[in-house]
Structures are given as C-alpha cells and as structure tokens.
C-alpha cells in the first residue's frame, strides 16, 4: 500500500496529524513537564523557557485536543494545575524516544543532562518493538504495510 498525496502534493499521514497537535517546540516541553510531575503553570514557564504567552496558547491548544486537562487548586486568585489526561499520557513513549535520541546524538563532553532509571535500576534506554513477535522495529521503513 502507498500513501497517495493529497491535492496539493503533499501526503496526508498520521505523522502531519500528530505535529498539527503537538509538534510545536512549547507543546513537547509542557507535556515533558507535566510527565516529569509540574503542573502549575509558572513552573512549566521556568522549567521550559517559554513566553508566558506561547504557553498559554500550547496549553489552550492541548487541553482542546484531549491531551491536557485544567484542575483548579486555587478559589482566590483562580489558579489551576495543567495534568495530562489518559490520551495525553499516552505521549510517555514519544517523549521518551526524543529525550533518548537527544542523549544519544546532541549530548555534549559532559553527557546527557539527566539519566533516567528504570525501576530494574539500571538506566532506562527505550525501543520500538512490534507487538505481534517483540522483533525490534527497523531504524528506517520503505513503504506501508498493506
């Protein structure tokens, strides 16, 4: 099977679907703090860098996808907390393979900035795996299967 472009030449895929969600810089991040446990928005803001503005947006945009939920934990002023809901945990394994590929192609002398741990207690080094016979899944593909 081949993925046929669309009117304008450009193919429609489930990779394009997914970057029109999350495929913005402050989106990933904000995802990566909530897995990481910070879900007060001013802590996202100085953990990620990002213009209060642009995040403001990002979490808008997540939270209208499914992906993010607001819980107020604050009456006066009104606050709430960002929590990813069960399809926003989902990104757990995306997140995971772009921290690992980072560690293992961008790390500068010093190493990756933090080691994650299994619970096995050694470091946690993630793979793509096809869950019909547990083969790993190949670096690079040719055309879908059919």
């Known amino acids: 099977m ?23 810089k402050w989106s990933l991040l904000a995802v990566r703090e909530m897995i990481l446990g910070n879900h007060r928005f001013a802590d ?22 499914g992906l993010v939920e607001r819980r107020q934990y604050s009456a006066r002023p009104l606050r709430h907390e960002y929590h990813l809901t069960e399809l926003g945990d989902t990104l757990r394994p995306v997140i995971s393979l772009l921290r690992q590929w980072g560690d293992d ?17 050694h470091p946690l080094r993630v793979e793509v795996v096809c869950t019909h016979c547990g083969a790993p899944a190949p670096q690079a593909s040719g055309q879908p299967a059919e």
């Open 105 to 121: 192609h961008l790390a500068d002398r010093s190493g990756p900035p933090a080691v994650f741990e299994h619970e096995c207690g």
């Open 2 to 24: 081949t993925i046929a472009p669309n009117d304008d030449g450009a193919r429609t895929c489930s990779v394009a679907r997914t970057l029109d969600v999350v495929g913005e």
């Open 44 to 65: 996202m803001v100085k953990r990620t860098g990002a213009p209060r503005d642009i995040l403001t947006t990002r979490l808008r945009k997540l939270e209208a996808a």
